[in-house]
């Protein structure tokens, strides 16, 4: 054999060694090249938001109406809030603006889901609708208020915001159905508002619809054959036309006549 090809027969399988292990090498470079280069995961900078734990509904649809007409006047609100975790449901209108010049009522109607147990302490409900008022001052038992559902256990304060004003908070809770009927009724200056004027307003809460609900349609037509009917025998409060409007009535009756009645 010519001895060129005994020559290319020895070198061979050590060409082959050296370009796999060229080849091999390469290969690692790459691959560490690629991981050097590759970017680095993006780590939010910002915290995402803690899920709020009531939601307002867009576009609501009134289940409830606070029919006070001597208060056309007055801006009307109606408002439905969802429990994002539970389901429970508050149904919130209010009249009147809570640091104007004239009577501000605020109702909320609250049908739990299953975010909470039974329903808190009057006071502590009471408490918490009043944080958009203001400071609340001086809280003390005002006893309770008969309306059409039956007591109200009522608190008297005052808030100053803007000017002072005297308020009555009440809440009522109901076990079946589970419903809890719970707001503040304010007006400018410091005296007392007198507990007739709020029965009044509440015997005129109304249910408009609640079709899946027969226990709540049952609790408020058994309320309807209690309903005073805003103490016909009192001209103030009495809504009849020849008398002074029930809203501009209750803004600026005196206690002091009220106490004489």
Not at 76 to 82: D, L, Q, S, W
Not at 126 to 149: E, H, N, R, W
Not at 198 to 213: I, K, M, N, P
Request: hydrophobic share 40%.
């Amino acid at each position: 054999m010519h001895p060129i090809l005994y020559s290319w027969r020895d070198t061979l399988p050590s060409t082959i060694v050296r370009l796999l292990a060229y080849l091999g090498g390469a290969a690692v470079l790459s691959i560490v090249a690629a991981h050097l280069m590759q970017p680095r995961p993006m780590v939010a900078s910002i915290m995402p938001k803690p899920r709020p734990e009531w939601a307002e509904v867009e576009r609501p649809f009134a289940a409830f109406a606070l029919t006070i007409p001597e208060a056309a006047g007055a801006p009307r609100r109606y408002a439905i809030r969802r429990n994002t975790d539970g389901g429970g449901r508050k149904d919130v209108l209010s009249l009147g603006e809570p640091n104007g010049t004239t009577p501000y009522l605020l109702v909320e109607i609250y049908r739990p889901g299953s975010e909470i147990g039974p329903f808190g302490d009057p006071a502590k409900t009471i408490d918490m609708l009043t944080a958009g008022l203001g400071t609340a001052k001086g809280m003390q038992s005002g006893g309770d208020v008969g309306t059409k559902f039956g007591p109200f256990p009522v608190v008297n304060f005052t808030v100053d915001n803007e000017g002072p004003r005297r308020c009555l908070g009440f809440a009522h809770a109901f076990s079946d159905p589970r419903l809890q009927v719970a707001g503040v009724f304010c007006r400018p200056g410091t005296e007392s508002i007198d507990t007739a004027s709020l029965a009044c307003a509440l015997d005129r809460l109304t249910l408009v619809a609640a079709g899946s609900e027969p226990k709540v349609q049952k609790l408020f037509a058994q309320a309807e054959l209690h309903r005073s009917f805003c103490g016909q025998r009192d001209p103030i409060i009495a809504a009849t036309p020849k008398y002074k409007l029930l809203w501009e009535a209750l803004a600026n009756r005196p206690e002091s006549r009220r106490a004489g009645r």
